[in-house]
């Protein structure tokens, strides 16, 4: 049975449930909603488990902090056994549209502090991510208040389809490949 660590980043803390930032675990949320598993509260994360056609999703929301997740995502690859081509790390990215998806195999971290610190704990920058536009509707040295602002109403009504659209792009990374779901995905 194939297995698979899917990584959703965010901060822990009900300041931030609603923030842009917090997409990767709104994201993991969603697919835990879909498949009706809840996650409970384990070493260095909030982890829950689902199967779907032969395959072993483990869902992971790293409560380390955004800046520190690479801790928990090297911790959890280890003791679940799962390869680096298996683990889906889903964040947030300013530089591109919002509710736009882009996957890819490898890559920088882009200036974003929670992919710096996963490739450094994993001594790589080449392992797959799944990266949600949240836009970069702010003034110029307000990067930091946007990422870490809420939702707007109108970000938040288009959330709902966007939300499920997330979901399915995980199942088919665990179905049918990296290659074939950024095919399908990538720019939707």
Do not use: C
């Amino acid at each position: 049975m194939k297995k698979f660590l899917i990584v959703g980043l965010g901060n822990i803390g009900e300041k931030y449930t609603n923030t842009r930032h917090n997409i990767g675990f709104k994201i993991l949320d969603e697919l835990a909603n879909e498949y009706a598993v809840k996650f409970e509260t384990e070493k260095l994360g909030d982890i829950t488990r689902f199967r779907h056609k032969g395959r072993t999703f483990v869902l992971l929301k790293p409560n380390t902090f955004m800046n520190l997740s690479g801790k928990a995502v090297k911790f959890w690859m280890d003791k679940e056994k799962i390869a680096i081509e298996n683990t889906l790390i889903v964040t947030d990215d300013l530089n591109i549209d919002f509710g736009t998806i882009r996957l890819k195999a490898k890559g920088s971290d882009g200036g974003h502090n929670g992919l710096k610190d996963i490739q450094e704990k994993l001594g790589t920058n080449t392992y797959p991510r799944f990266r949600f536009g949240v836009g970069a509707n702010y003034a110029k040295g307000r990067q930091v208040d946007f990422v870490l602002g809420n939702w707007d109403k109108e970000e938040t009504s288009q959330l709902i389809t966007r939300l499920q659209t997330a979901a399915k792009v995980i199942t088919s990374f665990g179905l049918v490949g990296l290659a074939k779901t950024m095919n399908t995905f990538n720019g939707k």
